[in-house]
């Protein structure tokens, strides 16, 4: 099984300032890893993904997050938030299988408010 | 450019009241999925549908039924609501092929059983 722990429940923060929000996972096998953001009222959006490969990803609105195999870690971080960052984001793993399908199961963590003060 | 469409967004029921959540993707998508969210708690699944015809318990069904009717809709039955099933429900759904397929969620149903 997996489990996803992340470490901030809330983070403010001033409009223009860095961010990093905290993600740490467990799981006894290879995982995918992901951000959501979920914006007041909506559903969830893909930031970004890891699947393999460089360990520092990309993702949209400027984010990026870095993975850390040997820390089990997957923290996203911003140079510089606006106020439309503010949201609830969410980190997520997806495990895959002996045979390699996952079945596409998520398991998330607990979520992290993050809010953008002016 | 509809994606994933849930139906009702709102919804108040009388505990004991039954009621089926209905979810439909046009992504052609094989894989469907209900999560609730809760509070400091994420989002945590409660069914999924690997494909037409299959359906399977995720961490929390304790209360609903599922039923894939066909490729594109998933739906969610509460038998008998409880205030505990209070909650914000999600359907996604993910395409099949890649392994690295994220989910698509929709825009939530908001239930509240009093």
């Known amino acids: 099984a997996q489990s996803v722990t992340q470490l901030d429940s809330q983070v403010p923060v001033f409009e223009e300032a860095p961010v990093e929000l905290r993600c740490n996972y467990s799981?006894?096998?290879?995982?995918?890893l992901f951000w959501y953001v979920q914006y007041p009222n909506q559903g969830l959006q893909l930031l970004l993904k890891?699947?393999?490969?460089?360990?520092l990803v990309k993702g949209i609105n400027g984010f990026e997050a870095e993975f850390n195999k040997s820390q089990t870690s997957f923290h996203l971080r911003k140079p510089s938030v606006h106020i439309s960052d503010t949201a609830e984001y969410f980190c997520?793993?997806?495990?895959?299988?002996?045979?390699?399908?996952?079945?596409?199961?998520?398991?998330f963590g607990q979520g992290t408010i993050l809010t953008v003060h002016p | 450019n509809a994606g994933v469409t849930q139906t009702p967004k709102f919804q108040v029921l009388k505990t004991g009241q039954s009621m089926t959540l209905q979810c439909a993707q046009d992504?052609?998508?094989?894989?469907m999925y209900w999560y609730r969210q809760d509070p400091g708690m994420g989002l945590r699944l409660i069914y999924y549908?690997?494909?037409?015809?299959?359906?399977d318990k995720g961490e929390v069904p304790n209360g609903y039924n599922v039923s894939r009717l066909n490729k594109r809709e998933f739906s969610l039955r509460l038998e008998s609501a409880a205030p505990s099933q209070t909650s914000v429900y999600f359907c996604?759904?993910?395409?099949?092929?890649?392994?690295?397929?994220?989910?698509?969620f929709g825009d939530g149903t908001r239930l509240s059983i009093l």
């Open positions: 992504m052609n998508h094989n894989s």
């Open positions: 549908s690997a494909s037409e015809g299959t359906t």
């Open positions: 996604a759904s993910r395409g099949q092929g890649l392994r690295n397929q994220p989910q698509h």
């Open positions: 799981s006894s096998v290879s995982v995918y």
């Open positions: 890891y699947l393999s490969g460089s360990t």
């Open positions: 997520a793993v997806r495990a895959l299988n002996a045979g390699g399908t996952s079945y596409g199961k998520l398991t």
